[in-house]
């Protein structure tokens, strides 16, 4: 064990590019990724997780770039949540509350973007915001490059193991973003982002099947065909609570979680008809 920190000893191997990464995951089907660890240590001190072997990617400069245009933004999968709000705060809304609200900086300066995708849970603020500008992920294989919606990877864990390498997404500057929190964690007990265009609406929640985030393409639908009305974000709010699935647990009902989706959905949008109006 390592020392105070109650860490099992483990197997690293550094790579110097995602060709390196990609080989040594292919060399041993029981190596993993690595990346900034808060997510992998912290597991390995309270024993849940089995795995002992990594492979280390910090090193690897071209995970590192974020390049944003007029309507698009390319974050490679290194890219820290602190790094990705802070730069984007002040064209896409969610980013701001994400860096002002609910990013710890022990944490923020720290944790990765691809870290937070490939866990691919409720406990990830940066999920649902990325699925309302219609994420897309690039992962390295064995086989080559392969290319996935967020949605889509969300929704079932793709058969081939690789490195993600960067995402890609629309640079939207309606995206808004809130979530309902408990005690010190800041995990959300529900979180929800909705990006409103014109005929162009996302609306994703942290807790979308269970623990699972997702988007909601009902409301979506309906937001798209109908104006924004304050009888309209009541019944899109409702229509929310409805729609979605989520856990039962020890921190929150389903019923209580529903609810929290649903006026979490009316405030942003009362806050996207104030910018409209
Ligand atoms: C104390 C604490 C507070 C937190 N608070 C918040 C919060 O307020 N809001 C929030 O959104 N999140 C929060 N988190 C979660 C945090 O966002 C994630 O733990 C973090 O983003 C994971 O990134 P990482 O680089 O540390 O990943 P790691 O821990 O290194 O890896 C996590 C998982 O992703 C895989 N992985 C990582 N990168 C890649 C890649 N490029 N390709 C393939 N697989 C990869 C690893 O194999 C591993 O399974 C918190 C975490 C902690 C520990």
Redo the contacts with the bound molecule.
Sequence with gaps: MLGYLNIPRIDVVVAESVDE?VKALAKDRER????????????LTTGE?R?RK?VD??RIEE?KQLTVTDSMVDAG??V??HQIASQLAKQIPAFDT?LQN???P???Y??????????RRA?????PILLTLDADLV?ETEDGEKRISLQGFLREEPSW?????RVSFRLSRKCLFDKL?LGV????LMAVAVDHGVGNVGVAVSHRDFERPGRVFSVERFLENNPLTSENIEKAGDMLSRAINPVDDVLASAWYRRKAAGVLLKRLLLRRAGDVM
Excluded: N, Q
């Design positions: 990464a993993e990724v690595l990346a900034a660890g808060t997510e992998v240590i912290t597991s997780k795995a990594f990617i910090t995970l999968a290194l820290t949540h994400f609910y990013s710890s022990a944490v923020s720290r944790a990765t973007l691809g870290g937070s995708l490939m866990l406990t990830e603020d940066l999920i992962f193991r690789g490195v993600l390498k929190w964690s800041r995990f959300p």
